[in-house]
């Protein structure tokens, strides 16, 4: 199968295979996991911060965030189409009591500083205290610019409000805006990161923060089932994604890019390919056949996401021949679905 749902879907390289078997392991309960740690700080330190905590999940990663920034009956400013509001089940309202206070996103993905200025709530005890600002970068694929993220980072140091990145694909914005990971995570209070993304790890998310803020989601992490024993069988493989995953990423980009191309050529397809930043392309069905679109590759062997729009995620497991192939089969399918 060519799969091009998500880069959630890459396999673990032979490399991170027999790491993982080779992996020196402990109880990471009792904080005697040494591969974990050794990640843990390694991770601390690549994105510029005191401390780190390996995650089972991105979803867990942002849900120990939001939490250990606001408390019960406090609130978190986040994007309309942020995935800590629309894609994690709802987590900090549920298990949090922290009230989400969503933003319409603009086109770029960012949130209009004056309408985030407009939803802070007042100190007044019939309102609930706005706490926290979440950004996500990238979003839809976009990237957020240097500039806009400085310029969050003085609206929360004005409004005494901690700011949050769900850098899920941080390393993928880092590539695009041609810097160094830490010139984007500096902005921040806190991170969380998904190794198991277009980085290639088969499990885990790392979050951090400073040495206070990681020890009270430490503890919510075991509050919430995701302190894991020898996970160091998982950090092992996070080490080298984290490490080796980066260096890859604008073939990534450089695929989508090329998809792109080759889908503005296919006339039943409408696509911008100036939205195209990174690993993910989205693209309309002018018929309105994206369903039939995806089972008809589906036979072919090829997996899409059939939204409107639909989406094409590029990552290490898909290269250019399989993009030549998935263009070839829409063709195919549009001279037989006018
Ligand atoms: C994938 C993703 C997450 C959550 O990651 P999971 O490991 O799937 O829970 C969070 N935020 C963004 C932006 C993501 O793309």
Redesign the pocket.
Same mark, same amino acid.
Not at 203 to 211: D, Q
Not at 290 to 315: C, E, K
């Given at each position: 199968m060519i799969d091009f749902r !998500?880069d959630?879907v890459t396999r673990p390289t032979q490399e991170m295979r027999q790491a993982m078997a080779s992996a020196e392991v402990g109880d990471d309960v009792y904080g005697d996991d040494p591969t974990v740690n050794s990640l843990q700080d390694y991770a601390a330190d690549r994105l510029g911060f005191e401390a780190a905590l390996f995650t089972? +999940?991105? +979803?867990?990663? @942002?849900l120990l965030a939001i939490m250990s920034h606001c408390g019960r009956g406090d609130e978190y400013l986040c994007g309309q189409s942020?995935? @800590?509001y629309r894609? %994690?089940g709802g987590g900090a309202a549920v298990l949090g009591s922290i009230q989400p206070q969503p933003i319409e996103n603009e086109p770029d993905g960012s949130i209009d500083l004056a309408k985030a200025r407009a939803a802070v709530k007042a100190d007044d005890f019939h309102f609930a205290m706005t706490r926290l600002l979440s950004l %996500?970068n +990238?979003?839809g694929g976009k990237v957020l610019s240097l500039d806009y993220q400085r310029q969050a980072r003085a609206f929360c140091d004005e409004h005494q409000l901690r700011l949050h990145l769900?850098g899920?694909?941080v390393f993928n914005a880092a590539v695009k805006s041609n810097c160094d990971v830490t010139e984007i995570t500096r902005y921040y209070d806190s991170v !969380?990161v998904?190794l !198991?993304?277009g980085l290639g790890a088969p499990v885990g !998310?790392i979050l951090v923060g400073s040495k206070e803020f990681i020890a009270r989601a430490t503890r919510l992490r075991k509050m919430l089932g995701g302190a894991m024993r020898q996970a160091g069988i998982l950090a092992a493989a996070g080490r080298i994604a984290l490490e080796q995953g980066p260096l890859r990423l604008h073939e990534d980009h450089e695929n989508a890019e090329y998809l792109a191309a080759g889908l503005v050529e296919i006339p039943s397809m409408a696509i911008n390919p100036a939205n195209t930043q990174t690993n993910i392309v989205y693209a309309h069905c002018r018929h309105g056949k994206a369903a039939a679109l995806r089972d008809f590759l589906a036979t072919r062997g090829i997996l899409i996401t059939a939204g409107d729009p639909i989406r094409f995620v590029t990552h290490r497991d898909v290269g250019r021949t399989d993009i030549d192939r998935l263009l070839g089969e829409i063709r195919q399918f549009y001279q037989s679905h006018q």
């Amino acid at each position: 199968m060519i799969d091009f749902r !998500s880069d959630t879907v890459t396999r673990p390289t032979q490399e991170m295979r027999q790491a993982m078997a080779s992996a020196e392991v402990g109880d990471d309960v009792y904080g005697d996991d040494p591969t974990v740690n050794s990640l843990q700080d390694y991770a601390a330190d690549r994105l510029g911060f005191e401390a780190a905590l390996f995650t089972p +999940t991105g +979803t867990q990663a @942002n849900l120990l965030a939001i939490m250990s920034h606001c408390g019960r009956g406090d609130e978190y400013l986040c994007g309309q189409s942020a995935h @800590n509001y629309r894609y %994690e089940g709802g987590g900090a309202a549920v298990l949090g009591s922290i009230q989400p206070q969503p933003i319409e996103n603009e086109p770029d993905g960012s949130i209009d500083l004056a309408k985030a200025r407009a939803a802070v709530k007042a100190d007044d005890f019939h309102f609930a205290m706005t706490r926290l600002l979440s950004l %996500e970068n +990238t979003i839809g694929g976009k990237v957020l610019s240097l500039d806009y993220q400085r310029q969050a980072r003085a609206f929360c140091d004005e409004h005494q409000l901690r700011l949050h990145l769900d850098g899920a694909r941080v390393f993928n914005a880092a590539v695009k805006s041609n810097c160094d990971v830490t010139e984007i995570t500096r902005y921040y209070d806190s991170v !969380s990161v998904c190794l !198991s993304k277009g980085l290639g790890a088969p499990v885990g !998310s790392i979050l951090v923060g400073s040495k206070e803020f990681i020890a009270r989601a430490t503890r919510l992490r075991k509050m919430l089932g995701g302190a894991m024993r020898q996970a160091g069988i998982l950090a092992a493989a996070g080490r080298i994604a984290l490490e080796q995953g980066p260096l890859r990423l604008h073939e990534d980009h450089e695929n989508a890019e090329y998809l792109a191309a080759g889908l503005v050529e296919i006339p039943s397809m409408a696509i911008n390919p100036a939205n195209t930043q990174t690993n993910i392309v989205y693209a309309h069905c002018r018929h309105g056949k994206a369903a039939a679109l995806r089972d008809f590759l589906a036979t072919r062997g090829i997996l899409i996401t059939a939204g409107d729009p639909i989406r094409f995620v590029t990552h290490r497991d898909v290269g250019r021949t399989d993009i030549d192939r998935l263009l070839g089969e829409i063709r195919q399918f549009y001279q037989s679905h006018q």
